[in-house]
């Protein structure tokens, strides 16, 4: 048997590796993004890709200092940043709530299964025009726009998860005493944080996807708005700025999603 400083000293060699191999993981992640943005820069300015279509890492830095010195993008980051987090809680929460009475009523369950599964498989996205007419073309619809797109696949996720608990720790919880609602809150529920967890992150892109097409749709200002009219001008550095701007902010939500699993994990 090992002595305590011998597993001392295993534990730090242990945590010493893991951060070693952190370290070379963020390495290769910054070559590869060196080398991507490298290569773009180089295939346009020697023109082995037309700079008119594919733009340039230069073009869109410039166009980005140009936009953040008048302030427009703050307003289209700010506008569509809005529409995203309130469709992406309201999506997330609205799913959540169904799968809930879902479990807490089998009946129910059984009758709104065969809808769950047609509405899943129906293009959500193709309902933005019929949500556009019946909300107006407005801020409320792109946010409807970014909650539609996510909220069956919430539902379907998270109520499948509440039935994946474990039978036998509702039965010892109904032996001593316990109710439905205290058996959801004390079991069923902390059970199914890791799969909300994951529901969240595919939320986040799920909402930047209905939100961008909803802009697309109705929006005057945006960066979905700023991508059609970049298209319509044929500005491709403007399109690709915006699909950049929009690539840091999901991942930043995508982040703030890590954290809080990171602290549920801890707090569980």
């Given at each position: 048997?090992?002595?305590s400083?011998?597993?001392?000293?295993?534990?730090?060699?242990?945590?010493?590796?893991?951060?070693?191999?952190?370290r070379?993981?963020?390495?290769?992640?910054?070559?590869?993004?060196?080398?991507?943005?490298?290569?773009?820069?180089?295939?346009?300015?020697?023109?082995?890709?037309?700079?008119?279509?594919?733009?340039?890492?230069?073009?869109?830095?410039?166009?980005?200092?140009?936009?953040?010195q008048?302030?427009?993008?703050?307003?289209?980051?700010?506008?569509?940043?809005?529409?995203?987090?309130?469709?992406?809680?309201?999506?997330?929460?609205?799913?959540?709530?169904?799968?809930?009475?879902l479990?807490?009523?089998?009946?129910?369950?059984?009758?709104?299964?065969?809808?769950?599964?047609?509405?899943?498989?129906?293009?959500?996205?193709?309902?933005?025009?019929?949500?556009?007419?019946?909300?107006?073309?407005n801020?409320?619809?792109?946010?409807?726009?970014?909650?539609?797109?996510?909220?069956?696949?919430?539902?379907?996720?998270?109520?499948?998860?509440?039935?994946?608990?474990?039978?036998?720790?509702?039965?010892?919880?109904?032996?001593?005493?316990?109710?439905?609602?205290?058996?959801?809150?004390?079991?069923?529920?902390p059970?199914?944080?890791?799969?909300?967890?994951?529901?969240?992150?595919?939320?986040?892109?799920?909402?930047?996807?209905?939100?961008?097409?909803?802009e697309?749709?109705?929006?005057?200002k945006?960066?979905?708005?700023?991508?059609?009219?970049?298209?319509q001008?044929?500005?491709?550095?403007?399109?690709?700025?915006?699909?950049?701007?929009?690539?840091?902010?999901?991942?930043?939500?995508?982040?703030?999603?890590?954290?809080?699993?990171?602290?549920?994990?801890?707090?569980?």
């Amino acid at each position: 048997m090992k002595s305590s400083d011998e597993i001392q000293q295993l534990h730090q060699k242990f945590l010493a590796s893991l951060k070693r191999e952190k370290r070379w993981v963020r390495f290769y992640q910054l070559i590869i993004f060196l080398v991507f943005f490298g290569s773009w820069e180089l295939a346009s300015q020697l023109r082995w890709i037309d700079p008119l279509i594919f733009s340039s890492p230069s073009k869109v830095w410039k166009l980005l200092i140009e936009n953040v010195q008048n302030g427009s993008l703050f307003m289209h980051i700010g506008v569509t940043l809005g529409e995203t987090i309130l469709g992406f809680l309201l999506g997330t929460l609205l799913g959540t709530l169904l799968a809930a009475l879902l479990w807490w009523s089998p009946i129910l369950s059984k009758i709104f299964d065969p809808y769950l599964v047609i509405l899943n498989a129906m293009p959500k996205i193709a309902l933005g025009p019929i949500l556009i007419v019946a909300l107006g073309p407005n801020f409320t619809s792109i946010m409807a726009m970014g909650a539609l797109i996510s909220v069956i696949i919430t539902t379907i996720v998270v109520y499948t998860a509440f039935r994946g608990v474990d039978p036998n720790y509702l039965k010892v919880l109904y032996i001593f005493g316990a109710t439905r609602a205290q058996s959801f809150k004390e079991a069923v529920l902390p059970a199914s944080f890791p799969t909300i967890i994951s529901t969240l992150k595919v939320n986040v892109g799920l909402s930047w996807v209905g939100v961008i097409v909803g802009e697309f749709l109705v929006s005057s200002k945006g960066l979905g708005y700023m991508i059609i009219y970049g298209f319509q001008v044929f500005n491709f550095t403007l399109v690709f700025l915006s699909l950049f701007v929009i690539a840091i902010f999901a991942t930043i939500m995508y982040q703030l999603v890590e954290l809080l699993e990171k602290k549920l994990i801890k707090n569980n």
